[in-house]
């Protein structure tokens, strides 16, 4: 019997989830994502996910996933414990970002290593003399706040010639190239595996910071190329708000130091496959499993999950607040961005609603519409909340879109442009960044398709495409579901707003949302 937590659709983000499963966490985990092979295939080195998408469920799979046999498991993640070096010694480093960025990759070069030494100690006296006893807490991140620190304190008193000689040293050491052989006799028989986890805000105009994310990236593309196979594996995992910077801005060779990348794009068949199947476990260990549930289910076939998992508990239509029919995975579904978090989230949501009116495990209508009205909300300000590094005053220019129609054309977001110029901090307002502001939160989409006699408009949203997603004024465009409530918008349009991945299948769509 697998065990499982209280909430029927399990805990939102991975690090409750594992507080409260602990050692079982595995049993819950859904291995059958589009995700998992691709991540721990040897060429994957950079993982890039929104915040929700599942980052930390997926660096957790690696330290139980069956494909390396054996691995040694390094978690790195703590990012906010070494935020503060991580900045002070970019800050401190030369100004130029073509100086800065290599001598950073060094300084990454050298704290990965140390790491991976401090994590086999105990399998070689010669990696054991190549560890620092101070730095020997069982916390990574005090072994990386330590290791930089002292970097720090070259940076304060030398000049950059002296600095880069002291780094040449470390990263060379006779000790650490010696441990580095012991290490690597070692991942011939257990591969070792480090994900590295990164911060999911970060103010996008700090150079300081950007530059040392930037040398993280360009780093792991050399460690991954000298390593990989020899059966060290290094993962380094990317807040997708924030990615989009460091490609265009501050990455010294893009074409380089992207290579293979993993987006975490969900597509609907994976989210339903997902959700149902944690509801599944739930409802097996409490012996709450409808007669249409019981037995054998392919979880890998996605119309047997919606007619055994999906329709037996939340029907298979509903009619939603405008009085339009739609398939309840639909409407719940295009009130989410496509990620995880924000799926887990409605569908306790669901049914807690359930749950007061005696009714769980199977969900009413009623149960359904509240559940969504009220927490669309929550997560549209959740949404606006993360890029408040990126944007400040982020939440009081998003209000220039209060009562926006949700279908029109594009110029319309140059008046309500002009309406958030105020809120912008000094000359940094411009037309063109608002624009680029509401595409990047995932609010305004631009409408690939619109089926007038089906009653459903298909767009494109930044969050499920690896490009920036440019809007004319020519443009017609809608606003996301999920931010109704919150800017309180004007319905001129019988039709619903699809806001799903562009490459969703037709065939999907017909199964899903018929």
């Known amino acids: 019997m697998i065990k499982v937590g209280r909430s029927p659709f399990g805990q939102a983000d991975c690090e409750a989830e594992l507080k409260e499963l602990e050692s079982d966490y595995s049993e819950i985990y859904f291995d059958e994502t589009p995700f998992n092979s691709a991540s721990i295939h040897p060429d994957t080195y950079l993982i890039i996910g929104r915040r929700g998408s599942g980052k930390t469920a997926l660096a957790q799979y ?23 070096v991580l900045s002070d010694i970019s800050a401190r480093a030369s100004e130029s970002r073509e100086i800065a960025i290599p001598r950073l990759q060094k300084v990454w070069e050298y704290v990965i290593w140390c790491v991976v030494c401090e994590h086999t100690r105990t399998e070689s006296k010669v990696i054991a003399a190549a560890c620092d006893e101070s730095c020997s807490t069982g916390r990574v991140s005090h072994l990386i706040n330590t ?5 720090l304190i070259w940076l304060r008193e030398s000049g ?17 190239e010696a441990a580095k052989k012991e290490v690597m006799k070692i991942a011939t028989k257990r591969p070792i595996i480090i994900a590295f986890d990164t911060l999911e805000k970060y103010n996008v105009s700090d150079d300081a910071l950007m530059n040392a994310m930037a040398a993280l990236v360009q780093c792991a593309v050399d460690f991954n190329l000298n390593f990989r196979e020899r059966g060290v594996h290094l993962k380094v995992f990317m807040s997708g708000e924030v990615f989009p910077y460091l490609e265009e801005d501050v990455l010294q060779n893009p074409s380089k130091s992207i290579k293979n990348p993993v987006y975490l794009f969900w597509r609907p068949k994976d989210l339903l496959r997902l959700i149902s199947w944690r509801f599944y476990c739930y409802l097996e260990t409490n012996n709450l499993l409808k007669d249409e549930s019981r037995g054998e289910i392919n979880w890998a076939n996605h119309r047997e999950v919606l ?15 405008r009085g339009l029919r739609e398939h309840t995975f639909s409407y719940v579904l295009r009130h989410t961005q496509m990620r995880p ?24 209508e009623k149960d359904i519409l509240s559940a ?9 300000i959740e949404i606006i909340n993360s890029f408040s590094q990126t944007y400040k005053n982020v939440s009081a220019i998003v209000d220039a879109l209060m009562k926006i129609p949700m279908f029109f054309k594009g110029n319309e977001l140059d008046r309500r442009a002009r309406q958030s110029a105020s809120e912008w901090p000094p000359s940094t307002y411009t037309p063109a960044k608002f624009r680029r502001l ?18 459903y408009i298909d767009a494109d949203f930044e969050y499920s495409l ?18 109704y409530s919150r800017l309180n918008v004007e319905f001129n349009s019988p039709s619903r707003v699809m806001p799903f991945s562009t490459e969703r299948e037709e065939q999907d769509a017909d199964t899903l949302f018929a």
């Open 62 to 84: 690696f330290s139980f996933q069956t494909e390396i046999k054996n691995p040694i498991y390094i978690d790195v993640n703590e990012p906010k414990e070494f935020q503060r």
């Open 147 to 151: 290791l930089i620190d002292r970097v």
């Open 160 to 176: 950059d010639e002296v600095i880069d000689e002291r780094i040449e040293q470390l990263v060379t050491d006779e000790r650490l």
């Open 307 to 321: 007619q055994k998992m999906w329709i037996p508990y939340f029907g298979q239509y509903i009619t939603n607040a």
């Open 341 to 364: 978090r924000q799926l887990i989230l409605l569908c306790n949501a669901i049914a807690e609603h359930a749950q007061k009116a005696g009714e769980f495990p199977t969900f009413s």
């Open 372 to 380: 969504i009205k009220d927490g669309e909300t929550k997560l549209a």
């Open 438 to 455: 509401v595409a990047e939160l995932g609010i305004v989409g631009r409408v690939r398709r619109h089926n007038e006699s089906a009653g």
């Open 466 to 483: 690896r490009e920036r997603l440019p809007i004319t004024h020519r443009d017609e465009c809608v606003i996301h579901p999920m931010f």
